[in-house]
T-cell receptor, first 113, second 119 residues
Framework: AQSVSQHNHHVILSEAASLELGCNYS??????LFWYVQYPGQHLQLLLK??????LVKGIKGFEAEFIKSKFSFNLRKPSVQWSDTAEYFC???????????FGGGTRLMVKP | GAVVSQHPSRVICKSGTSVKIECRSL??????MFWYRQFPKQSLMLMAT?????????EQGVEKDKFLINHASLTLSTLTVTSAHPEDSSFYIC???????????????FGQGTRLTVV
């Protein structure tokens, strides 16, 4: 079965620090990859997505993610975080063959001002 | 961007009653909708996948008779929690997949979620 792993459950950073959140998945076929963010009290929003082409994807709010097929990874990065980035981040993988969207366990990010 | 409307956003019901949650794709056709449940301080758990015009596919451990899913049209899917109990209290979120013609690429958009409290 397809699975998605986010290794960091809780991350605490100071403002201006760099961020990298790990995401690994288990499915070996063609996938679409997503990062979602859920701010406190709000619903999920799409940060960025990868379908094909350039494996380095840029999203909103200065976030980017790199798809490394050989490592089955899609890590999220931001060079300099802000207090407003405090939220929970979810990696998700869509498996075209199985028509299944699977989420990782989420990473709760807290940015200290 | 595509909009998914989920209604109601909050509902309180008595034990033993049924609650229906609607998920609508407002400006696109969603061939597939996903229903998730979020337990406090935990990640989203996929409950079921529904394709328009066919029966939903439930994840292991999810009771089909308790969580009835209907995907009658390309813009509407409903989740009915039957004979609700306090342990069904949770946050339920739907997601609709945009199917692009002649493309395997897909993108999922989320509703705002429904906070269900069973008393």
């Amino acid at each position: 079965a397809q699975s998605v792993s986010q290794h960091n459950h809780h991350v605490i950073l100071s403002e201006a620090a760099s961020l990298e959140l790990g995401c690994n998945y288990s499915y070996g076929g063609t996938v679409n990859l997503f990062w979602y963010v859920q701010y406190p009290g709000q619903h999920l929003q799409l940060l960025l997505k990868y379908f094909s082409g350039d494996p380095l994807v840029k999203g909103i709010k200065g976030f980017e993610a790199e798809f490394i097929k050989s490592k089955f990874s899609f890590n999220l990065r931001k060079p300099s975080v802000q207090w407003s980035d405090t939220a929970e981040y979810f990696c998700a993988v869509y498996n075209n063959a199985g028509n299944m969207l699977t989420f990782g366990g989420g990473t709760r990010l807290m940015v200290k001002p | 961007g595509a909009v998914v409307s989920q209604h109601p956003s909050r509902v309180i019901c008595k034990s033993g009653t049924s609650v229906k949650i609607e998920c609508r794709s407002l400006d696109f056709q969603a061939t597939t909708m996903f229903w998730y449940r979020q337990f406090p301080k935990q990640s989203l758990m996929l409950m079921a996948t529904s394709n328009e015009g066919s029966k939903a596919t439930y994840e292991q451990g999810v009771e089909k008779d308790k969580f009835l899913i209907n995907h009658a049209s390309l813009t509407l899917s409903t989740l009915t929690v039957t004979s609700a109990h306090p342990e069904d209290s949770s946050f339920y979120i739907c997601s609709a997949r945009v199917k692009r013609v002649n493309s395997m690429n897909t993108e999922a958009f989320f509703g705002q979620g429904t906070r269900l409290t069973v008393v």
